[in-house]
């Protein structure tokens, strides 16, 4: 059995149109399908233990769908495959494993992901999560009406600059310290994307089991806007005298005013202090 899961909150509501397509697809291919809404799985222990590994799960949705997915399955058994479809408007995460047919099958990749810990919470992270500039621009796209797209980050990101002022902040990186004093962001990435196709961590791998920590400091706001998209083809490392690269496996940043905070999309206020790490 194939088992549907679409989240009606991500793309407008239009995923429950592409669920439907996906299983006329699949009836044609004679396998038997069920549809299920992900916010009507109140017991997720009871749903997986209704599945074997002859079923296959496969997930409509983008980034956030998936981070909510990969924190509701923490310490379960999986017995059936899990796959992703393209439905989602981020999908960072595609960007970063197999893909065939717009399905990527990512069971792997759910079982060891780092975990931030912000204003008391604990959670698994897919892509990656920083504070700052980019947390202020996620805010924005996510308030806005406009649906999300590279245009629409685009746009927004502009609109940060203008707003967004670099504070001093202090980094840890596996127990060494330093500090910055006019930071415009600090983003630490388990994977190469975020904003929707962003290449931020251009050389991080997903199979590589640490984390790293870009930051963005003492960079003039008008050097700044002509260097921005840069990112997108990860062209950024060469500025390295405003672009600095760390890795490790436990990492905190601190800001010194309060700010906005991303995490695989999704935004926090009013963040202080994050600390991501790997505990696998």
Do not use: C
Request: avoid cysteine; aromatic fraction near 12%; glycine fraction near 8%.
């Amino acid at each position: 059995m194939d088992i549907i899961l679409y989240n009606p909150l991500s793309s407008r509501g239009k995923n429950i149109k592409v669920a439907a397509k996906l299983e006329k697809k699949l009836k044609k291919q004679k396998r038997e399908v069920l549809i299920i809404n992900l916010l009507n799985i109140i017991d997720v222990k009871e749903f997986l233990d209704k599945h074997n590994e002859s079923d296959r799960i496969i997930i409509l949705g983008g980034d956030g769908t998936l981070h909510r997915i990969a924190n509701q399955i923490e310490g379960y058994v999986i017995k059936p495959e899990v796959y992703l479809y393209k439905a989602g408007t981020g999908n960072d995460f595609l960007r970063t494993v197999p893909i065939k047919k717009r399905m990527a099958n990512i069971k792997e990749y759910l079982i060891h992901l780092p975990v931030m810990y912000v204003n008391g919470k604990r959670e698994r992270v897919i892509n990656g999560g920083g504070v700052g500039l980019d947390g202020l621009v996620a805010y924005k796209v996510n308030k806005s009406k406009a649906e999300k797209s590279k245009s629409n980050f685009f746009l927004n990101s502009f609109l940060g600059f203008k707003e967004f002022k670099p504070v001093a902040a202090k980094f840890n990186v596996d127990g060494k310290v330093f500090e910055e004093k006019k930071v415009w962001f600090a983003s630490a990435m388990y994977a190469q994307y975020f904003g929707g196709g962003m290449m931020i961590s251009p050389r991080k791998k997903r199979s590589e089991k640490e984390i790293e920590l870009v930051v963005v400091r003492n960079i003039p706001k008008w050097v700044l806007v002509l260097i921005f998209p840069t990112i997108y083809l990860g062209w950024h490392r060469m500025f390295k005298r405003w672009v600095q690269f760390y890795r490790g496996k436990d990492i905190t940043v601190e800001f010194a005013e309060p700010a906005f905070l991303q995490m695989d999309g999704e935004h926090e206020y009013p963040v202080l202090k994050y600390q991501m790490k790997m505990e696998d």
